[in-house]
Nanobody, 115 residues
Framework: QVRVVESGGGLVQPGGSLRLSCVAS????????MGWYRQAPGKQRELVAA???????NYADSVKGRFSISRDNAKNTAYLQMNSLKPEDTAVYYC?????????WGQGTQVTVSS
């Protein structure tokens, strides 16, 4: 069983920055893809950014140029650097780790952008 834990959320003013971390642990041989998703109240969960084991990245149009995803394969960890945050970025942010043998979600971390 694979456990995914996110951290780093909080309250930040518009224009500010946060860095989220996601650590996967358990019976892991290899993680193929890691992704960050978010869900705002009353809205569907959406992909924010994803990264493959080789480092290829994909971003939602709404965060391109502001957010950056990275990972440390040796530590089974992914990061989401969020800059120039806007009120509309407010949501619960979830991490997902995938391989051929598992697909696991974290419990989420709240990000609130407000003055």
């Amino acid at each position: 069983q694979v456990r995914v834990v996110e951290s780093g959320g909080g309250l930040v003013q518009p224009g500010g920055s946060l860095r989220l971390s996601c650590v996967a642990s358990g019976s892991i041989f290899r993680i193929d893809d890691m992704g960050w998703y978010r869900q705002a109240p009353g809205k569907q969960r959406e992909l924010v950014a994803a990264i493959t084991s080789g480092g290829s990245t994909n971003y939602a149009d709404s965060v391109k140029g502001r957010f950056s995803i990275s990972r440390d394969n040796a530590k089974n960890t992914a990061y989401l650097q969020m800059n120039s945050l806007k009120p509309e970025d407010t949501a619960v942010y979830y991490c997902k780790a995938n391989s051929w043998s598992f697909s696991s979600w974290g419990q989420g971390t709240q990000v609130t952008v407000s003055s």
